[in-house]
């Protein structure tokens, strides 16, 4: 059989932020100062939106001492600034819901702050109150890794290799589970996370039927599934595709289930496999530079950059990518082309 994860550079990423002048403090010892970094922040500020401020696209590379380097397709900052992850910050409303956010550094060539980014997990509205309740400079590395990792649901039943459907909270390291292209595979690590599902956590419900599962399949937005075409419908040029399940979305079969909170468990092999998810084929995770933060220190050594089967591009599925899925109902064509 063959492979069927996509190569792609992995490496960049973009995020949609606020520059910090755009969020300010309107009540508090900063009074009237913009978001800064963690030495200067003061917990119980209250920060409003400034009106007619829009998020815009912050474009970076992780370089190799842990900072990154804005990129030059990137809407702000100087393309190759250093830039660093300062501190994730808690933030409450007056409901008392709450929102989680980064805060990034850009520095100049001489190390001074040339300008300050947020990025947050859930929508920030103009007009509304924001007050700092939490500053965590030990985990903001793990949080914007965690919204890289493909990630299945609590109660999602993924295939073993003897054919029994498991739950993955009930996954042990050490299990074999049953992989497309490489048979019995064994579980290297299991990671679990609960974050409040929203933005970038919120979870992709895919209704029983959707894609000929039989139950709801409950993954990450940027979870990549395998699909095989016995009919190009979408014309991708070739009959193995990989495609997000956010581009899925069509507000009926496929849909975001905001609220609340989620747990997320991770599934980490050898290699990059493909495995059945309520009978869907989807992908595990991939340790590269915006994941590796997710696993433990030792972990991550031995699998960076260590993981094969990902080299040869003859071997690969398709990507799917929101071009092609314009104007479609990419779950609704999908099912019917891999139906028998």
Request: charged fraction near 20%; charge should be negative; hydrophobic fraction near 40%.
């Amino acid at each position: 059989m063959t492979q069927a994860v996509p190569q792609q550079d992995r490496k960049g990423q973009q995020l949609p932020v606020f520059r910090a002048a755009d969020f300010r403090v309107v009540n508090g010892a900063n009074e009237g100062d913009a978001l800064s970094f963690a030495a200067e922040l003061m917990l119980d500020d209250l920060y409003e939106l400034r009106q007619g401020a829009y998020p815009t696209v912050l474009a970076m590379r992780p370089s190799d001492d842990g900072s990154f380097a804005i990129s030059e397709t990137s809407s702000v900052g100087r393309p190759f600034a250093t830039l660093y992850l300062d501190c994730s910050i808690t933030l409450m409303q007056s409901s008392g819901d709450t929102v989680e956010a980064l805060i990034l550094v850009e520095v100049d060539e001489g190390g001074n702050v040339a300008d300050i980014y947020l990025h947050a997990f859930a929508p920030i509205n103009p007009k509304m109150a924001y007050t700092l309740v939490g500053i965590d400079r030990e985990n903001a590395h793990r949080r914007l890794a965690l919204t890289n990792c493909v990630s299945f649901t609590r109660g999602t039943h993924v295939t073993m290799a003897n054919g029994i459907q498991k739950p993955v909270e009930q996954l042990s390291v050490g299990d074999k589970v049953l992989t497309r292209d490489a048979g019995a595979q064994e579980v290297r690590w299991i990671g679990r996370s609960t974050v409040r599902a929203m933005g970038p956590f919120a979870p992709i419900v895919i209704k029983a039927g959707a894609l000929n599962n039989l139950n709801d399949l409950l993954v990450n937005p940027d979870h990549r599934l395998f699909v095989y075409q016995r009919e190009d419908k979408l014309n991708a040029g070739r009959a193995e595709v990989m495609i997000k399940a956010r581009y899925l979305l069509n507000g009926d079969s496929v849909y975001v289930q905001n609220g609340g909170f989620v747990e997320y468990f991770q599934l980490l092999f050898d290699d990059h496999h493909i495995i059945f998810a309520e009978g869907i084929a989807a992908e595990t995770m991939l340790v590269d530079d915006k994941t590796e933060s997710v696993l433990p220190k030792a972990l991550g050594e031995k699998f960076r950059n260590s993981q094969p089967g990902l080299s040869n591009p003859e071997s690969l599925a398709v990507e799917l990518n929101e071009r092609l899925l314009l104007n479609k109902n990419a779950a609704n064509l999908l099912r019917r082309a891999s139906s028998r």
